[in-house]
């Protein structure tokens, strides 16, 4: 991808549409934000999720989270890369410290970060100016649709985090809204784990974007459906209906086996 610029991306997504910089937005999700979790729970979240795009399984936080990471400590992964580049050059004079979480001058107590002012603040704007884009229906309209048809250099580095369709879940008209309940949060310092509810995340499909996911639709989608069955059972048949589901902490390897198990003895008790 190149040089990652976090004030730039924590700006927002408004900017970008303006410069028809679009790209930067989705090269930086793709390679980046993924990373919070394993290609293989973003596949099995939105295949809990049918036609939700990755974005709504996606949080502000989850980005603003990333970014934080990624600016505070920039300077010591720069540097660690140039003396590794030229190992025989002379040593730096200063070893480069995080930005935000060098801890100087914080005393360090149970329970409080050791995140500066400076960190807090950068992650507490960047996480509010997208709160914005996901609230924002046109904003958010353009990013939804134009993600779906954005593809990297590299397709398959895309393929953990593709919407999932079923034929029969398909609406032309369908919107997402209200993913998220909606509630009035105060500012950052009392947001807490409860920071991303609110958010409306309102979108619809364009044409054009509706032609691409037709064309796509019988290929796509079923790929994984006989392996994923089980995810199905876990959610008891019920569909998901303007919501986002992840079941992937409850239904682990051996839980999963035990009620296979039971319904097997279940059946065999009525015959």
Excluded at 207 to 213: A, E, G, Q, R
Aim: proline letters at 4%; a neutral charge.
């Amino acid at each position: 991808m190149g040089a990652v610029y976090p004030d730039e991306l924590g700006a927002g997504f408004k900017k970008y549409v303006d410069l028809h910089l679009e790209h930067k937005i989705y090269e930086f999700m793709c390679n980046y934000v993924r990373r919070i979790k394993p290609d293989a729970k973003w596949k099995k979240i939105l295949f809990q999720n049918p036609g939700s795009p990755f974005f709504c399984v996606l949080t502000p936080s989850d980005i603003a989270y990333v970014l934080a990471i990624i600016k505070n400590g920039k300077d010591v992964w720069d540097q660690a890369k140039s003396v590794m580049n030229d190992p025989n050059a002379s040593p730096p004079e200063k070893k480069a410290r995080p930005l935000f979480s060098a801890g100087e001058g914080r005393k360090r107590e149970s329970g409080k970060t050791v995140w500066n002012n400076d960190g807090l603040e950068f992650y507490y704007t960047a996480e509010r100016n997208w709160r914005e884009v996901y609230n924002t229906k046109e904003q958010f309209t353009a990013l939804i649709n134009g993600w779906e048809n954005w593809e990297p250099k590299d397709k398959s580095r895309k393929d953990a985090i593709r919407t999932y369709w079923r034929n029969e879940e398909r609406d032309d008209e369908k919107k997402a809204e209200n993913i998220y309940p909606s509630e009035e949060k105060p500012w950052w310092d009392e947001g807490g784990y409860d920071s991303d509810l609110g958010l409306k995340a309102e979108y619809d499909w364009e044409d054009k974007t509706l032609t691409k996911v037709q064309k796509e639709i019988g290929i796509r989608g079923s790929d994984d459906e006989e392996s994923n069955k089980g995810d199905d059972n876990d959610k008891g048949g019920k569909k998901v209906v303007g919501g986002v589901t992840d079941n992937s902490k409850e239904d682990d390897d051996n839980g999963e086996k035990s009620r296979r198990i039971s319904k097997r003895k279940s059946k065999s008790a009525k015959k």
